[in-house]
């Protein structure tokens, strides 16, 4: 079993950043791939971006290419997320997300994810 717990959220202005963190307890943190999610109000919750446990491949939505940084420390066991450039429309709760599944298609996809965290909030202001 896998805790997940984010930190690092918060109110920015647009244009702003953000760096989430997501620390890992028990289970092997370097066999799973790991992810972020967000979920904005009224909106189903939607994949950000991932990093496989192989070889640190990653994956982004177009929605944040360009813009968030996903990385891995497998000794500390945490992911981040950085964000950059942030716009009012990224203003969401972003959940952590831990896979058995080493990359592809499905670690876009929630049902590509065994455990989750409780979330963070993210708030963007224009």
């Known amino acids: 079993q896998v805790q997940l717990v984010e930190s690092g959220g918060g109110s920015v202005q647009a244009g702003g950043s953000l760096s989430l963190s997501c620390a890992a307890s028990?289970?092997?943190?370097?066999?799973?791939?790991m992810g972020w999610f967000r979920q904005a109000p009224g909106k189903e919750r939607e994949f950000v971006c991932a990093i496989n446990y192989s070889d640190g491949s990653t994956y982004y939505a177009a929605s944040g290419k360009g813009r968030f940084t996903i990385s891995r420390d497998n000794a500390k066991k945490t992911v981040r997320l950085q964000m950059n450039s942030l716009k009012p429309e990224d203003t969401a709760v972003y959940y952590c997300a831990a896979s058995l599944r080493d990359g592809g298609a499905i670690v876009s996809t929630e049902v590509g994810y065994d455990y989750w965290g409780q979330g963070t909030q993210v708030t963007v202001s224009s």
């Open positions: 028990g289970g092997t943190f370097r066999d799973y791939t």
